[in-house]
Each structure stands twice: as structure tokens, then as C-alpha cells.
């Protein structure tokens, strides 16, 4: 059955942080499905891709995406826990080769204790960044040129930043793509000359502080070989999740 409501998705997913996600609290464009115990959420341009995410035994699930797909056409791909997408794979002819990576999240009403200023980020200070588009992009680019979010691309709503004493930005992370049940952060960077001071983490406890304060929970999404970021999370209390997306089978 069509699922319409963002409560009618947390329900059949069991409130699964992933899936809650993807639902993007059935903004416009979204779509949703359930049969038995699998879910199917159907979100365009979620984290610049058509993302088709799924949950559940690989049969229904397959069974699901066969009868989704006709209404979604070949731009959507599939995203789910690996072992998932991997015997998807098996079951749906055409479908890509499962690209791994790490979903990351604090689970339900997380929290940390930290200063939270809206005004800006002070020199030392992590906080929101204003007028900052022109800085954020060059620190990106030269120290994260394939980040996934950048200043000006939809669903990237505010930057948090930090600055060294003289005033330049030397880290920065986004609030991008986040829905009312999941705060979602991106475009993590630090600069190159300034690594292994830390900042990463205070920029990083900074907007996760905040994002659970507005959302409840916080997630991202890091490459499975990105080992000094995914420490990092977990020192600041996330959880790993081995996740995969893939091409869709016809």
C-alpha cells in the first residue's frame, strides 16, 4: 500500500532513523511504500542523487521496487543496509555493483551540552556562519573539493563554522538536506594546514548540539575508508551503520 503521511512511514519502518530520513517529512515529490514488513521511500534529489531507500526482507522488497520503479523512471538508486542492497542486487537483473559506505546516527532524542551561538562563529568559537557562501566554498575547495554539499545547492540550509584568531575560517559543516525528525549534517572540511587541532570535533559537537536540539537526532553519511572522520563521530556519540546504494535494476 501507498504510504501518504510522514506518521504512516514511522510507523511501518518502526521510526528507523534511515527511512525517517528519506520520508523528508513527505515533502513535495516524495513517495512511500509498504508490503508486509518492507518499505520503500522514494525521494528526488535527497543528498543531490533520486534515492530510493528500503528496509525489510530482500524478497518484499524486491517485490516493492518492481512495482515501484514504472512510476520513478531510471534516475532513482538504491540505499539500504549493504547486506540489503547486496542480495538486491541478486534478485533485481540489471541493477549496479553495491557502492559501500557509513550511515551514521545518535539514534532517538540526542543531546550535548554546548554553547550555541546564533550570531555567528567568534575567532575559536564554533557557531552559524552569515554571509560566509564566498568562504565556505573556498575552504571546500581546497580542502574537500568532492564534498557533498556546498553554499547555494538546495537542501543546504546553514553553515557552522570556525575561526583561528586572525579571523580565518579554518572549519565548517552544514545543515543540509535535515527533515523535522533528523537533523543531517554535511560538508565537513577542515583546512589542511590547520588539521589535528581539533577543530573538526568542535565544529562537529557544535552543530550536532544544535541540530539535536531542533530535530531530536542527528545523522550523516562518510566513506567506510574515512577512518580519522568516523572516529570522530563516534567520539562524539554516533553510531555506525554499513549502508550501500546502487543503480536500480529495470
Same mark, same amino acid.
Do not use: K
Given at each position: 500500500?501507498? #504510504?501518504?503521511?510522514?506518521?504512516?512511514?514511522?510507523?511501518?519502518?518502526?521510526?528507523?532513523?534511515?527511512?525517517?530520513?528519506?520520508?523528508?517529512?513527505?515533502?513535495?515529490?516524495?513517495?512511500?511504500?509498504? #508490503?508486509?514488513?518492507?518499505?520503500?521511500?522514494?525521494?528526488?534529489?535527497?543528498?543531490?542523487?533520486?534515492?530510493? =531507500?528500503?528496509?525489510?526482507?530482500?524478497?518484499?522488497?524486491?517485490?516493492?521496487?518492481?512495482?515501484?520503479?514504472?512510476?520513478?523512471?531510471?534516475?532513482?538508486?538504491?540505499?539500504?543496509?549493504?547486506? #540489503?542492497?547486496?542480495?538486491?542486487?541478486?534478485?533485481? $537483473?540489471?541493477?549496479?555493483? +553495491?557502492?559501500? /559506505?557509513? %550511515?551514521?546516527? =545518535?539514534?532517538?532524542? +540526542?543531546?550535548?551540552?554546548?554553547?550555541?551561538?546564533?550570531?555567528?562563529?567568534?575567532?575559536?568559537?564554533?557557531?552559524?556562519?552569515?554571509?560566509?557562501?564566498?568562504?565556505?566554498?573556498?575552504?571546500?575547495?581546497?580542502?574537500?573539493?568532492?564534498? %557533498?554539499?556546498? $553554499?547555494?545547492?538546495?537542501?543546504?540550509?546553514?553553515?557552522?563554522?570556525?575561526?583561528?584568531?586572525?579571523? +580565518?575560517?579554518?572549519?565548517?559543516?552544514?545543515?543540509? %538536506?535535515?527533515?523535522?525528525?533528523?537533523? /543531517?549534517?554535511?560538508?565537513?572540511?577542515?583546512?589542511?594546514?590547520?588539521?589535528?587541532?581539533?577543530?573538526?570535533?568542535?565544529?562537529?559537537? /557544535?552543530? /550536532?548540539?544544535?541540530?539535536?536540539?531542533?530535530?531530536?537526532?542527528?545523522?550523516?553519511?562518510?566513506? =567506510?575508508?574515512?577512518?580519522?572522520?568516523?572516529?570522530?563521530?563516534?567520539?562524539?556519540?554516533?553510531?555506525?551503520?554499513?549502508?550501500?546504494?546502487?543503480?536500480?535494476?529495470?
Amino acid at each position: 500500500m501507498e #504510504l501518504r503521511a510522514a506518521g504512516e512511514v514511522v510507523a511501518a519502518c518502526d521510526d528507523d532513523t534511515l527511512l525517517v530520513w528519506a520520508a523528508q517529512g513527505m515533502r513535495g515529490g516524495v513517495r512511500a511504500w509498504a #508490503l508486509g514488513e518492507a518499505v520503500a521511500v522514494a525521494s528526488p534529489q535527497l543528498n543531490r542523487r533520486d534515492r530510493l =531507500t528500503v528496509r525489510g526482507g530482500a524478497a518484499e522488497v524486491a517485490a516493492v521496487v518492481r512495482l515501484a520503479l514504472p512510476e520513478l523512471g531510471p534516475s532513482y538508486r538504491l540505499l539500504g543496509d549493504r547486506e #540489503l542492497i547486496v542480495e538486491l542486487g541478486e534478485r533485481l $537483473p540489471g541493477t549496479g555493483p +553495491a557502492r559501500p /559506505f557509513e %550511515w551514521m546516527d =545518535t539514534g532517538r532524542d +540526542a543531546g550535548w551540552d554546548a554553547d550555541r551561538d546564533s550570531g555567528g562563529a567568534d575567532p575559536g568559537r564554533a557557531g552559524w556562519l552569515e554571509g560566509a557562501d564566498e568562504e565556505v566554498g573556498a575552504l571546500l575547495a581546497g580542502a574537500s573539493p568532492s564534498s %557533498w554539499a556546498v $553554499p547555494g545547492l538546495p537542501g543546504v540550509r546553514r553553515w557552522a563554522g570556525l575561526r583561528a584568531a586572525g579571523g +580565518a575560517l579554518v572549519a565548517t559543516a552544514a545543515d543540509a %538536506w535535515s527533515c523535522p525528525q533528523v537533523g /543531517f549534517v554535511a560538508g565537513v572540511a577542515t583546512a589542511a594546514a590547520q588539521r589535528g587541532r581539533g577543530y573538526a570535533q568542535r565544529v562537529c559537537r /557544535f552543530a /550536532f548540539a544544535a541540530l539535536a536540539a531542533e530535530h531530536g537526532r542527528v545523522a550523516l553519511m562518510v566513506d =567506510t575508508d574515512n577512518r580519522a572522520a568516523i572516529g570522530v563521530y563516534e567520539r562524539l556519540g554516533m553510531r555506525g551503520r554499513p549502508v550501500a546504494a546502487a543503480t536500480v535494476g529495470g
